[in-house]
């Protein structure tokens, strides 16, 4: 079976520090990968998908970029946080033409 | 523009009755819709999908129904029960079957009242 990993499950960054969140995806080649993330008291917003390694699509401009080095890792960085950056986010993966399923998330809390 | 809106922020049910939870959405290219279930500080979890060719599609206490001309999809839960207290979102794709992108609608807070 499919499992989704995401780190680390709760994060503290004070604002103009890097970040590196991580995902990967067992029991499954090729996926189409997928980071969201939830603002307090809102939906989810697609942030950026990938369906190959070093594919990467951006939804929205911001202050983040995302990167996918092996087939089934995907990362989520940004060189200087923002106060805006504190969020909920989300790892989704897809195999090819089905629904999607998500990480456990990672809580990030920018001071 | 919010393309896929959960026009109720919060609903409350006593617990063996029927929940049904809505969603409208605007664009007329969605062809996929799905339902998410989502406790606090976890993953949504996949519950329930209909794509446009059907107008319902049941699982257990879970039916979705989907009313294209009135772009109106509805997830009916019954009996409903503690454990279904969590936010359900509602969610759309205009590529098939969710192939690359999902638009999510803002969420629906489920409290099922023992």
């Known amino acids: 079976s499919q499992t989704i990993h995401q780190w680390p499950a709760t994060l503290v960054q004070p604002v103009g520090s890097p970040l590196s969140l991580e995902c990967t995806v067992e029991g499954t080649s090729n996926p189409n990968l997928y980071w969201y993330r939830q603002a307090a008291g809102r939906g989810l917003q697609l942030l950026f998908y990938s369906v190959g390694i070093g594919q990467i699509s951006s939804e929205v401009p911001q202050n983040l970029s995302a990167s996918r080095p092996q087939d089934r890792q995907f990362i989520l960085s940004s060189k200087k946080l923002l106060l805006s950056d504190s969020g909920f986010y989300l790892c989704a993966w897809a195999a090819d033409g089905e629904t999607q399923y998500f990480g456990p998330g990672t809580r990030l809390l920018v001071l | 523009d919010q393309q896929v809106k959960q026009n109720s922020p919060s609903l409350s049910v006593q617990e063996g009755r029927i929940s049904i939870l809505n969603c409208d959405y605007t664009n007329s290219m969605f062809d996929y819709f799905l339902w998410y279930k989502k406790y606090p500080a976890e993953g949504p979890t996949f519950l329930i999908s209909?794509?446009?060719?059907?107008d319902k599609n049941e699982d257990g206490r879970f039916t979705v129904f989907l009313n294209k001309s009135a772009k109106h999809l509805s997830l009916h839960i019954v009996p409903s029960q503690p454990g279904d207290s969590a936010v359900y979102f509602c969610a759309a794709s205009a590529q098939g079957f969710g192939n690359e992108k999902l638009t999510f609608g803002t969420g629906t807070r489920l409290t099922i009242i023992p």
């Open positions: 209909i794509s446009s060719i059907k």
